[in-house]
């Protein structure tokens, strides 16, 4: 199927997404802030600039796009139009991503990963549930894991 969009209209849809303060990473931010769990955000001096950093728990959280960042899950499809660019596009995000956790791990840090799909979608997770999921994690220092929707 062809894009319904003209490609100067979807340019310019594309370029309005953001890489930082999305909807999912502020539902995450605000109910642990909630909760009473102190942050810094994007921290430039650590590696891939993670969202949320918890240096009281020694742990980064990091909110990914399921589309973005290539997930296995209902919200990601690979697009029919302009295959190779978004195969190399996505799949660098993707090898990018496992470079990142590696040296924070390297670094010390534990990081957890909150899939797009744990925030939104038909299979995401109640945020009450989703919460005290992220926040036992930080508390009993666990080792880095994901969080994704219910299947």
Known sequence: MSDVASSETRRQMMSG???????PEIIVRKALHGR???YRLHVK????????IFP?????????????HGHNCHLFKWPSTRADFWRNKILGNKERDAK?????EKLGWRV???WECAVKGKHRQPIDILIEQIAEWLVLKKNSN???GID
């Open 17 to 23: 997404i953001q890489g930082k303060d999305t909807k």
């Open 36 to 38: 009473g769990f102190r």
């Open 45 to 52: 001096s650590l590696p891939g600039k993670p969202d949320l």
């Open 56 to 68: 009281k728990y020694n742990a980064v959280l990091q909110v990914n796009g399921c589309f973005w």
């Open 100 to 104: 990142n956790k590696f040296e924070l």
């Open 112 to 114: 957890l990963t909150i």
């Open 146 to 148: 994901e969080v994704r």
